[in-house]
């Protein structure tokens, strides 16, 4: 892989387009140099994959050339960035095996308020840190059990979530996880919650009840990443 202009080049023939360099690089560096979300070598097996932020479709292109057969589902809500992470699928003829949805994730009904930060990576259903003073559309919402429902999903074998705050109201508020097997979970979240009326181990308190194992790190820094298995 080598990076050129506005693109990153793999050398199995993908071609990546995304918005802002710096940002591109760091979500890159993370998953593809980092490997902060480890999933098996080349399984051929037919995975169900839910990419919950998916930006410009990082993740969604490494699971996908992790496991070639896998079906995915793969929600960003920055207009911006959805423009080019449908764009990467488009041109990179991924249509008939990823499916991408320009939604905010959230457990409420009637559209939502978001903030769009001048770094890409950052915009949030939150005003705060780095979307704060952003400036604020409306998107309509789509929760993890809208989604699952609308795409006959009765399982997932990996749901990776980094919605910049939200993941609190996703997995507190909504009952997805009561009703649809999850096999494999990565949720990076903030230590200290951008809705004060949730707390970090409420949510693992939470986790714990529907996964064997549980997986911190980073946990010294301000956005942990949860790693659950079942």
């Keep these: 892989m080598e990076s050129k202009h506005t693109s990153y080049q793999f050398r199995n023939g993908y071609n990546l387009s995304?918005?802002?360099?710096s940002s591109a690089d760091h979500i890159f560096s993370e998953i593809f140099i980092g490997d902060c979300y480890p999933l098996a070598e080349n399984n051929k097996d037919k995975k169900i994959i839910v990419d919950i932020g998916a930006n410009i479709g990082l993740f969604t292109f490494y699971a996908k050339i992790k496991f070639p057969n896998s079906k995915i589902f793969s929600v960003e809500a920055n207009p911006d960035?959805?423009?080019?992470?449908e764009k990467n699928i488009n041109e990179n003829k991924l249509r008939d095996c990823v499916r991408v949805f320009n939604n905010v994730c959230s457990s409420s009904i009637g559209k939502q308020p978001f903030y769009l930060s001048t770094n890409p990576g950052w915009s949030s259903s939150y005003n705060k840190r780095g979307a704060e003073n952003g400036e604020m559309i409306y998107l309509e919402p789509l929760s993890l059990s809208k989604l699952f429902q609308l795409n006959n999903i009765n399982r997932v074998d990996v749901l990776k979530l980094d919605i910049e705050g939200a993941e609190y109201d996703i997995l507190l508020n909504d009952d997805f996880l009561d009703n649809y097997p999850i096999k494999e979970l990565f949720v990076e979240v903030d230590k200290n919650p951008?809705?004060?009326?949730?707390?970090f181990s409420q949510l693992t308190d939470l986790l714990e009840k529907y996964f064997e194992s549980i997986r911190i790190t980073n946990i010294?820094?301000?956005?942990?990443?949860?790693?659950c298995q079942s």
């Design 18 to 21: 995304y918005v802002e360099q």
């Design 81 to 85: 960035n959805f423009k080019i992470l």
């Design 194 to 199: 951008r809705d004060k009326k949730y707390t």
């Design 220 to 227: 010294e820094s301000e956005y942990p990443l949860i790693h």
